[in-house]
């Protein structure tokens, strides 16, 4: 089953059949909790494949996230990309009490995507942005001459001292 679907929260009363599949498209603005430093440039486009097992729904959940960063090596703006993927099992009775952690937000029956999505993200963002070693345009320094390096610590001066 195939359902293009644009909202950020997915009941699960829509979720219809012993499997299928939904794609759909979450607003780059919706993920408000991104750092300042790294931009998401574009709206996410999401997979969620789903099978009911038993009592509950096995949901498989995967996204690439296009962004925005300045490199702290070179301070040029570069553009890489994440892909987050979480799987969950929800129970169909929402009565049912869980005794594992939630990976999935799940509320009063609805899967908040773009809370779940967000948070995979921030999780696999890097801390300090950076090109790849190759890519980068930054120029390492000549090695400085092993001798002169020596004279101008300031613990060779006090070697001189004593």
């Known amino acids: ?3 293009d679907t644009n909202a ?5 009363s829509d979720l219809k059949g012993a499997s299928g599949e939904l794609n759909g498209t979450l607003s780059a603005a919706e993920f408000i909790r991104i750092p300042t430093e ?4 574009k709206d996410v486009h999401y ?5 009911l097992v038993e009592d509950n729904f096995e949901i498989q959940l995967e996204c690439v996230g296009r962004f925005k960063a300045q490199c702290q090596r070179c301070l040029e703006k570069f553009t890489f990309f994440e892909k987050a993927e979480v799987g969950d ?12 952690e939630e990976i999935l937000f799940n509320e009063n029956g609805e899967i908040d995507l773009v809370k779940t999505l967000e948070a995979e993200f921030l999780l696999c963002l890097p ?3 950076k090109h790849d070693v190759d ?3 930054f120029n390492m320094t000549e090695p400085v001459d092993s001798e002169l390096e020596k004279k101008k610590t300031p613990f060779s001066i006090l070697k001189d001292l004593l």
């Open 47 to 51: 997979r969620l494949n789903y099978q």
């Open 89 to 100: 099992s929800i129970p169909v009775d929402q009565q049912k009490e869980r005794v594992d």
């Open 127 to 129: 801390m300090v942005p």
């Open 1 to 3: 089953m195939n359902v």
């Open 8 to 12: 950020s929260k997915l009941a699960l």
């Open 38 to 41: 790294i931009t998401l440039v």
């Open 135 to 137: 890519d980068c345009g």
